[in-house]
């Protein structure tokens, strides 16, 4: 399957376009700190009083704030702060959304009913105003934050997997697998997730720029 994919993947220029470009762009947060001769938070007093244009001669390719602060190096240590918790948000969010909107599919029934009611109930609350109160008791940290974020953004995951899973529990293969005596737990993780993968990966790149 791995094989297959890659083999469409590479006749796609435009994928393949696109990731070079996503290739390139945390290449360049990774490596773009290191080629400046200034650090993030250097002051550059004779330019603090004003934002400065780029300039080669002074070494401040993309310019100053207006405090003075070299911008390259800020836009490429922000790229990496971003990127870091966009794709470490998502991760959390793929997991638990997967794990709960293929169980709750599979399951159906009475527990299919609870477990999407919690779903409505923490749709309810604001997004933001929660990942606020989560800062706010637990302390600010990038970790709390992605796992803030990652913790209230599988909601719309857990609904997209439940969907598929429905109509992946009447599927004969399903039907073989417990009839056969596996149990729920396995026919989740070896039948049901494998065969959401596809949907589950299109919507983690719409929940990347989401998460940023």
Same mark, same amino acid.
């Given at each position: ?5 890659? !083999?469409? /993947?590479?006749?796609?220029?435009? +994928?393949?376009a696109?990731?070079?470009? *996503? #290739?390139? $762009? ?10 400046s001769?200034y ?8 330019l603090?009083?004003l934002?400065?244009p ?12 207006s405090?003075? !602060?070299? /911008?390259?190096?800020?836009v490429? +240590?922000g790229?990496?702060?971003s990127l *870091? #918790?966009? $794709? ?5 969010s ?6 709960w909107?293929?169980?709750a599919?599979?399951l ?6 609870w ?8 749709y309810a ?7 606020i109160i ?5 302390g600010?940290?990038l ?5 803030a974020i990652?913790?209230?953004g599988?909601?719309t ?7 598929q899973?429905?109509?992946l529990?009447?599927?004969p293969f399903v039907?073989?697998?417990i009839?056969?005596?596996l ?6 993780a ?20 989401q998460?940023?």
């Amino acid at each position: 399957l791995l094989a297959d994919a890659w !083999r469409r /993947l590479r006749r796609n220029r435009a +994928a393949i376009a696109a990731l070079a470009m *996503l #290739v390139s $762009l945390v290449g360049a947060s990774l490596v773009g700190p290191a080629l400046s001769q200034y650090s993030i938070d250097h002051v550059d007093w004779t330019l603090a009083s004003l934002a400065s244009p780029p300039s080669l001669e002074n070494g401040h390719w993309f310019g100053t704030d207006s405090n003075g !602060r070299d /911008l390259f190096v800020r836009v490429w +240590a922000g790229t990496q702060v971003s990127l *870091l #918790v966009a $794709l470490l948000a998502t991760a959390v969010s793929l997991v638990i959304g997967v794990a709960w909107g293929a169980t709750a599919g599979y399951l159906g029934g009475r527990a299919d009913d609870w477990m999407m009611r919690f779903v409505d109930v923490l749709y309810a609350l604001p997004y933001m105003f929660f990942v606020i109160i989560l800062t706010v008791v637990f302390g600010r940290s990038l970790f709390l934050i992605f796992l803030a974020i990652g913790a209230v953004g599988w909601l719309t995951m857990a609904r997209i997997v439940r969907g598929q899973a429905l109509s992946l529990r009447h599927q004969p293969f399903v039907d073989a697998a417990i009839t056969l005596g596996l149990p729920a737990h396995r026919i989740i993780a070896r039948h049901i997730v494998p065969n959401v993968i596809g949907t589950v990966i299109v919507y983690a790149t719409l929940t990347v720029p989401q998460v940023i």
